[in-house]
Nanobody
Framework: QVQLVESGGGLVQAGGSLRLSCVGSGRTFANPGSVAMGWFRQAPGKEREFVAAISWSGGTTNYADSVKGRFTISRDNARKAVYLQMNSLKPEDTAVYYC?????????????????WGQGTQVTVSS
C-alpha cells in the first residue's frame, strides 16, 4: 500500500511564502531513489494542472511557466519526502495542491504518468 501525505498548506497574503511537504510510505518507497515526484494543483472549477516535478535523483527539475522563478521543488530521499517552496504567492495560486509519485519516471508534467496521489492540501492566497 502506497501512501502520500501532504502538509503545509494554509492561508497567506499575496507576496507571502509557504512550504509544502509530502511524505511517502509503502512498498514503492522502500527505494525512494527510484521514484520521480511531482506537484499538481486544482483550483475550483478548473482541471488539475502541473506545477513542478523532480527526478528520482533530484538532478532534474521541471516547472510550469506560471511558477518558474517563484516555486522550488526539492527532495530528501532519506526522509522519503518531497517539498515545494512557494514564494511571491499570488491569488491565482489558490488551489488544492497534490503530490504524486511516478515509479521509475524522470519527472513528467503529465498527470497520466503518475501512479499514486496524495489527498491534497489547501493553499489560499488572499489579495
Amino acid at each position: 500500500q502506497v501512501q502520500l501525505v501532504e502538509s503545509g498548506g494554509g492561508l497567506v497574503q499575496a507576496g507571502g511564502s509557504l512550504r509544502l511537504s509530502c511524505v511517502g510510505s509503502g512498498r514503492t518507497f522502500a527505494n525512494p531513489g527510484s521514484v520521480a515526484m511531482g506537484w499538481f494543483r486544482q483550483a475550483p472549477g478548473k482541471e488539475r494542472e502541473f506545477v513542478a516535478a523532480i527526478s528520482w535523483s533530484g538532478g532534474t527539475t521541471n516547472y510550469a511557466d506560471s511558477v518558474k522563478g517563484r516555486f522550488t521543488i526539492s527532495r530528501d530521499n532519506a526522509r522519503k519526502a518531497v517539498y515545494l517552496q512557494m514564494n511571491s504567492l499570488k491569488p491565482e495560486d489558490t488551489a488544492v495542491y497534490y503530490c504524486a509519485a511516478d515509479p521509475g519516471g524522470m519527472g513528467s508534467q503529465y498527470i497520466y504518468d503518475y501512479d499514486y496521489w496524495g489527498q491534497g492540501t489547501q493553499v489560499t492566497v488572499s489579495s
